[in-house]
Nanobody, 115 residues
Framework: QVQLVESGGGSVQAGGSLTLSCAAS????????MGWYRQAPGKQREPVAA???????VYADSVKGRFTLSRAYAKNTVLLQMNDLKPEDTAAYYC?????????WGQGTQVTVSS
């Protein structure tokens, strides 16, 4: 079992920045993948960024060059630095972690970007 707690969402104007944090607890030594998804109103949940195979990172084309994924190992935390935010980035952001075939999700944190 893995528990994920997100924080750092909020409201910003276009061009602003936010950093999302996801703290993992539980069976964290078994986590094989970890990252972020987002879901805008009326749209499907979509992947944003993720660690794969430990240190490799993948990003959605829409956020490349603007979002940066990193880890704070001592705190079992994954960070998503979001710069140059756009109104289309407005969504609920969810942290996810995978252990084998199981996926775990946080409760989500809202990001709202105004133009």
């Amino acid at each position: 079992q893995v528990q994920l707690v997100e924080s750092g969402g909020g409201s910003v104007q276009a061009g602003g920045s936010l950093t999302l944090s996801c703290a993992a607890s539980g069976t964290i030594h078994s986590i094989t993948r970890m990252g972020w998804y987002r879901q805008a109103p009326g749209k499907q949940r979509e992947p944003v960024a993720a660690f794969t195979s430990g240190v490799d990172k993948v990003y959605a084309d829409s956020v490349k060059g603007r979002f940066t994924l990193s880890r704070a190992y001592a705190k079992n935390t994954v960070l998503l630095q979001m710069n140059d935010l756009k109104p289309e980035d407005t969504a609920a952001y969810y942290c996810t972690a995978g252990l084998g075939s199981e996926d775990y999700w946080g409760q989500g944190t809202q990001v709202t970007v105004s133009s």
